[in-house]
């Protein structure tokens, strides 16, 4: 089976890289001043006028993200799982994406005072940390030797 576009199996349209990068880019930016330590770098006016519309955007990008995790776990994940490639990385950004998911709706729902603070706090870490299995499975995705004939 030949796979067309960017050369990953079962993502063959040339925009699936570029959306994926910018959400993330986006959640990550949207994200710095909802996080406490990254908030410190901003001043109070502007976290009072903009940590609102921060908020909302990523939100809004962490549910897109959210479709993109389904669409990349049906359309690229099985199949590499299948090929027995970077299982690893790939388990790792699932387990990571799936703790921010649920982190980020109990810290907006489901806690309040303390248990609010500790569940935002570890959302922001997770979030954080999930950028270096992503990283790394983009960065070995690129160096590791082809198994499939026609994968580019």
Known sequence: MQHRGIGVPGLQHRAWRPAIIVVLVILFF???????????????????????TSAVCHGVCAAWSLVMLGAVAARHAMPMWRVRRLRWAGVLLMLGWIVLALSGQVAQYGADGAGRDAFVSAHG???????????????????????AAGVQ
């Open 30 to 52: 949207s994200g710095m001043p909802l996080f406490e330590p990254a908030a410190e770098l901003f001043s109070d006016a502007w976290l009072l006028e903009w940590r609102h």
């Open 125 to 147: 870490w997770v979030g954080v940390v999930v950028l270096l299995p992503f990283v790394w499975h983009v960065v070995r995705r690129h160096t590791a030797p082809r198994v």
